[in-house]
């Protein structure tokens, strides 16, 4: 069974510092993806950031990147230079297989402070 | 820049009745899902959908639940007799196939109330 842990329920974070978020997962499969997912309390989910388990690169988007440990099986979230409007859920989520449903771990709510 | 849609916003049920859920995915995508996460907790997987076919489901998915594409547009999800335990926010969320591109994009979510 394929699994998602997050082991950080809440965070907090200055305005302008650094944070990073954890996540791990567990997966027999040999080609997967990862993801971050970000959820404001409107409740949407909005994609961060994907990376896709045969980079060995880690992914980067902006102000986000992400630290991928394959042999690990840890896939964590560094959100720099934050911003208020980065206050959400994030959520990591992983998917294997052919058809590529997501799994979700159970999230990580971030609140940024000015 | 494309996105999926989902319409109602807010559902408002008596327990009992049967409820229709319903997303535009996005145009060229052909993988289909619907999620489900209950307030304060996570997002879970309920079904799968890929050339007009359920391709997986989840053990949530149980005989109360169904999914149709009933033209090249729409994707809905229907509930035949609502519990209160449906209360929750449904998603729906798009993938094309392969390539670098292939991420699921989700919609802004339908919160179902069963009263």
């Known amino acids: 069974a394929q699994t998602v842990t997050q082991s950080q329920p809440e965070m907090s974070v200055q305005e302008a510092e650094t944070v990073t978020l954890s996540c791990t997962y567990d997966t027999s499969e040999s080609n997967y993806y990862l993801f971050w997912y970000k959820q404001p309390p409107s409740r949407q989910m909005i994609l961060v950031i994907r990376q896709e388990a045969y980079k060995q690169q880690n992914a980067t988007e902006n102000r986000f990147s992400v630290n991928f440990q394959k042999a690990a099986k840890s896939f964590s979230l560094k959100i720099s230079d934050s911003q208020l409007g980065d206050t959400a859920m994030y959520f990591c989520a992983l998917r294997g297989g052919s058809q590529g449903n997501l799994i979700f771990g159970k999230g990580t709510k971030l609140s940024v402070k000015p | 820049e494309p996105e999926v849609t989902q319409t109602p916003s807010h559902q408002v049920t008596q327990m009992g009745q049967e409820v229709i859920l319903r997303c535009v995915p996005i145009?060229?995508?052909?993988?289909f899902y619907w999620y489900r996460q209950i307030l304060g907790q996570k997002v879970e997987f309920l079904v799968s959908?890929?050339?007009?076919?359920?391709?997986?489901k989840s053990e949530i998915f149980d005989d109360q639940f169904s999914v149709e594409r009933p033209d090249g547009s729409n994707f809905t999800l229907k509930i035949r007799s609502t519990k209160l335990e449906d209360s929750a926010m449904y998603f729906c969320?798009?993938?094309?196939?392969?390539?670098?591109?292939?991420?699921?994009?989700f919609g802004p979510g339908t919160r179902l109330t069963v009263l």
């Open positions: 969320a798009s993938r094309i196939a392969g390539g670098s591109t292939d991420t699921q994009y």
């Open positions: 959908f890929y050339n007009n076919e359920i391709s997986e």
């Open positions: 145009s060229n995508h052909l993988y």
